[in-house]
Nanobody, 123 residues
């Protein structure tokens, strides 16, 4: 059974940092591209960042580039998002997602999802 489990969300003041982790089980992790998405109340799910199977090609949404860093550890089936200089607009439920093959930014291209973790940033 494939499972993606996010952790690390919470409440943070603007300017602070949080690290989200996604633990993946039930699949061959290094065969999958990984991505983070987020969804704020009343808004559509939006792309945050993705990374290819080997971890050599991260890609970021313009809204988070320079503040967030995505990484993966294929030996431990872990996938992280380091978030720095957080802003109130970063408040959302963050989801990790996996897809076989190349990275994509459209959430509909991802079939495997975690349950989400809440990140709240106060001003």
């Amino acid at each position: 059974q494939v499972q993606l489990v996010e952790s690390g969300g919470g409440l943070m003041q603007a300017g602070g940092s949080l690290r989200l982790s996604c633990t993946v089980t039930g699949l061959r992790f290094d065969n999958y591209a990984m991505a983070w998405f987020r969804q704020a109340p009343g808004k559509e799910r939006e792309f945050v960042a993705n990374i290819n199977w080997s971890g050599t090609t991260p890609y970021y949404a313009s809204s988070v580039k320079g503040r967030f860093a995505i990484s993966r550890d294929n030996a431990r089936n872990l996938f992280d998002l380091q978030m720095s200089n957080l802003k109130p607009d970063d408040t959302a439920v963050y989801y990790c997602a996996a897809r076989s093959g190349a990275t994509k930014i459209d959430p509909q291209e991802y079939l495997l999802w975690g349950q989400g973790t809440q990140v709240t940033v106060t001003s």
